[in-house]
């Protein structure tokens, strides 16, 4: 009886193994015989083409350091290895030249590639589904009419099993469903053309939704914060710890330029590109950023809280510089002599290149991460919003100082608890600085 049972279970576990390569298994799409002619594209099909790959930041995760746009060999890190952007100029030997609209369109809508093996997530299918047709044949036009680059794309890290490609066809079936965007009909056109970009184009929640364990977004917390390389990309939703809600001028400013008034400036791995090299860039128009403010400052509530605007802006003048009954404070003292001379706004109020701490998300995140990286790393003059600049402090102050100058901020600057372990996670943070450099 015990064998029958053992020979009916292996039997079946044959059967689903079986029935699961089939359900995987995808048939190559014949590759062209040449590359397309760039003039059989449409002038304004290349144009729109161009302003998407801009707003879809192709370039920021196609080149690598000192590389060619869009021939790949940027490294995604994930928790399951390295993932590099691939070529994707129509080089006919390592990029995408030999494929045809079918088989980009796959690839956008399925994340399936032009031989048939499945792509990784990394790559944002997940979100470049919801694109119109439209869009994908805009892109495809840009693309195919860039000048061919002959790229190797370094390795994937991605270990033994997990690099076997069928098993993604298992977490698409779990994560991943095709469908085209869908306007809200109660919104005005300018919030849908916001919603459309972020969530077919841009892919906002690619850094600022959660994960689970295997790597999906969980939709359910959709915009609701996550960690990424070792920044915070904050809450997107009225979640946003910022003293000041991001209301449509401030948000509209804060992407266009990379800094706002009243929150700061864009550092770090994560916004950067995203203004940069992509919303900064003449050739997206002001009304695609206009419609991402909309859209975001909708979802964050912005407008039932803009009344208190005025006085939070007020409160945070008077703590711009420590106050007289800090003169023997050796927290304040060591924040003065490091810090104050770049932040001080009291008597100007909040200004683009003088961000005020006071309102900076960063003081009033749960973990100190935000206020840790910029501190040890610095701000170079291509990390920042131009012009703006900030000293790396990792060989100049100790883990100590920076935990005091940071539990300083977060005692005077807001109204939250101290951060624990401050120094432990200054520590952390300079050793991965150390392994990173």
């Known amino acids: 009886m015990g064998r029958r049972i053992s020979i009916a279970a292996v039997a079946i576990a044959l059967i689903g193994l079986v029935g699961f390569c089939i359900l995987g298994w995808r048939s190559a799409i014949p590759p062209l015989e040449r590359s397309p002619d760039p003039a059989s594209f449409r002038a304004e099909a290349i144009a729109r083409g161009e302003i998407l790959s801009v707003e879809g930041h192709c370039v920021s995760c196609h080149i690598r350091p000192g590389g060619q746009p869009l021939a790949g060999g940027y490294g995604v890190n994930t928790p399951f290895g390295v993932v590099h952007g691939t070529n994707i100029t129509p080089d006919t030997q390592t990029g995408i030249g030999r494929w ?131 920044w915070i990309a904050p809450p997107l939703t009225d979640a946003n710890p910022s003293p000041v809600p991001w209301t449509e001028e401030e948000l509209s400013s804060y992407l266009r330029t990379g800094v706002g008034r009243l929150h700061g400036a864009a550092i770090g791995a994560l916004m950067t590109p995203v203004v940069r090299d992509a919303l ?45 009954e800090e003169e023997y404070d050796a927290d304040a003292n060591l924040y003065a002599s490091a810090c104050l001379s770049c932040h001080y706004n ?77 120094e432990k996670n200054v520590s952390a943070a300079r050793r991965q600085l150390a392994k990173s450099q």
Not at 294 to 315: C, L, M, P, Q
Request: charged share 20%.
């Open 280 to 324: 900064d860039v003449p050739v997206v128009p002001d009304a695609d950023v206009r419609a991402l403010a909309t859209y975001f400052s909708d979802i964050n509530h912005a407008g039932a809280r803009v009344s208190n605007v005025k006085a939070t802006v007020t409160e945070a003048m008077k703590t711009s510089a420590p106050r007289r």
């Open 100 to 230: 045809s609209l079918p088989a980009f369109t796959r690839a956008m809508r399925e994340g399936v590639s032009r031989d048939g093996h499945h792509l990784y997530a990394a790559f944002p299918y997940t979100a470049f589904t919801e694109l119109s047709d439209d869009d994908i044949n805009a892109l495809y036009a840009y693309l195919m009419t860039r000048t061919p680059v002959s790229a190797t794309i370094p390795p994937n890290t991605v270990p033994f099993p997990l690099n076997i490609r069928l098993l993604e066809e298992g977490w698409k079936i779990l994560f991943f469903r095709r469908k085209a965007f869908q306007p809200n009909q109660a919104k005005s056109s300018e919030w849908n053309r916001g919603a459309y970009l972020s969530e077919a184009v841009s892919d906002c929640g690619g850094c600022h939704t959660p994960r689970n364990a295997l790597g999906a977004e969980e939709l359910r917390h959709a915009y609701a914060g996550a960690v990424i390389d070792h």
């Open 346 to 422: 009291a008597e100007t109020g909040p200004l683009e290149k003088r961000p005020e701490l006071a309102l900076n998300s960063a003081l009033a995140l749960p973990e100190p991460t935000n206020f840790i990286q910029p501190v040890l790393r610095g701000v170079g003059s291509k990390d920042g919003a131009p012009g703006l600049v900030m000293p790396a402090y990792a060989s100049s102050l100790s883990d100590a100082e920076v935990a005091r100058i940071g539990a300083y901020l977060r005692r005077t600057c807001t109204t939250r608890p101290p951060w624990p372990d401050l």
